[in-house]
T-cell receptor, first 114, second 114 residues
Framework: ETGVTQSPTHLIKTRGQQVTLRCSSQ?????VSWYQQALGQGPQFIFQ???????GRGNFPPRFSGLQFPNYSSELNVNALELDDSALYLC?????????????FGPGTRLTVL | QQQVKQSPQSLIVQKGGISIINCAYE??????FPWYQQFPGKGPALLIA?????SEKKEGRFTISFNKSAKQFSLHIMDSQPGDSATYFC?????????????FGKGTKLSVIP
């Protein structure tokens, strides 16, 4: 069974650019959540996708957007990058969207904005 | 507003000792409290979790103690080993959130010295 994978591993962008991060969920999982983890902080919830529809959003501006595809893989898009967007972006998949379904995290994408 | 407060920020324990990490929450709607372990370069991994209808849960060397009236919960690691050196995050979620988003503490960096 393949776990959650994310690409790319590292990314360097400049302020104002746009970025797309990708996540492949664990086999059989229909729910994907994205989190932002700033250095020395806990992960912060960005949004969740369930069966290709957004199913909840954290306190992030609209320039953070996402997609989930029919195979349940997902993308996180960030427009107009700001320096504060530099962080580790984590994707987590779960079997379903219920609260007691374990969220399995990928290794993350380290984004640096210069 | 930080809904889950975690302490200490860092912890150094001798091999064989007990590691204790504490968390306090504000939102009384939270109904699921997981602990995650994160190694450098990896995503968080679920360690152990508890629901508020029990006061304690034990899995191997890891125990969660839960105090609903005080809105506090803690992780105890018995017989701490150097391999336990990692960052630990407490988290909370609730079924009414729809997306069951995890709200994380800021993390505790545990170092177990031989």
């Amino acid at each position: 069974e393949t776990g959650v994978t994310q690409s790319p591993t590292h990314l360097i962008k400049t302020r104002g650019q746009q970025v797309t991060l990708r996540c492949s969920s664990q086999s059989g999982h229909n729910t994907v959540s994205w989190y932002q983890q700033a250095l020395g902080q806990g992960p912060q919830f960005i949004f969740q996708y369930y069966r290709e529809e957004e199913n909840g959003r954290g306190n992030f501006p609209p320039r953070f957007s996402g997609l989930q595809f029919p195979n349940y893989s997902s993308e996180l898009n960030v427009n107009a990058l700001e320096l504060d967007d530099s962080a580790l972006y984590l994707c987590a998949s779960s079997l379903d969207r219920g609260s007691y379904n374990e969220q399995f995290f990928g290794p993350g994408t380290r984004l640096t904005v210069l | 507003q930080q809904q889950v407060k975690q302490s200490p920020q860092s912890l150094i324990v001798q091999k064989g000792g007990i590691s204790i990490i504490n968390c306090a929450y504000e939102n009384t709607a939270f109904d699921y409290f997981p602990w995650y372990q994160q190694f450098p370069g990896k995503g968080p991994a679920l360690l152990i979790a508890i629901r508020p209808d029990v006061s304690e849960k034990k899995e191997g060397r890891f125990t969660i103690s839960f105090n609903k009236s005080a809105k506090q919960f803690s992780l105890h690691i018995m017989d701490s080993q150097p391999g336990d050196s990692a960052t630990y995050f407490c988290a909370a979620t609730y079924s009414g959130a729809g997306s069951y988003q995890l709200t994380f503490g800021k993390g505790t960096k545990l170092s177990v010295i031989p």
